[in-house]
């Protein structure tokens, strides 16, 4: 059985280094700006924290979820171009890995009221054969962020 946001949520305040929440007009506006509306799980980690470092702090952060002034589109978190040579339009950038890789949200695939998330390697990006879905929602990549306490190579195993 899943872990309930709300529980993780608890974890993140608990244990891991949040940002303080975002206004819920904070939100309607990032919503305004990029289009799309969050998902649930989304909606509720950015009203609880906008942002988090996960495990540890920067520069040492595994994670780094990004505040929702910081996401944009992959193609130009990873290539700085919003062009449609370096991937879909649909793809943003969630979550910072580290040297230039990312934790990716396509929110032209929602699935179960969920956007899913994908590997987001700079040097693979947007190949699909290495760019592999590493969880079905946010609160999954969340559930997993936290219990492998690992990078993103851990991820989805």
Not at 124 to 149: G, H, I, M, N
């Amino acid at each position: 059985m899943a872990t309930p946001m709300s529980s993780l949520l608890e974890e993140v305040s608990r244990e891991h280094f949040p940002y303080p929440p975002a206004a819920s007009e904070e939100v309607d506006a990032f919503e305004r700006r990029v289009g799309w509306k969050l998902d649930p799980d989304l909606r509720a980690f950015y009203l609880h924290c906008n942002g988090a470092e996960l495990i540890a702090r920067l520069p040492e952060t595994p994670y780094r979820v990004l505040p929702l002034h910081k996401i944009v589109r992959a193609r130009v978190a990873i290539y700085g171009e919003d062009d449609d040579k370096w991937g879909p339009a649909s793809v943003y950038a969630l979550c910072d890995v580290q040297d230039g890789n990312y934790v990716l949200v396509d929110v032209a695939r929602l699935e179960n009221d969920r956007y899913p998330l994908f590997d987001g390697d700079h040097e693979a990006w947007p190949d699909p054969a290495y760019c592999k879905q590493v969880a079905r929602s946010f609160s999954e990549f969340l559930y997993q962020a936290l219990r492998t306490r690992r990078g993103l190579n851990w991820l989805g195993e």
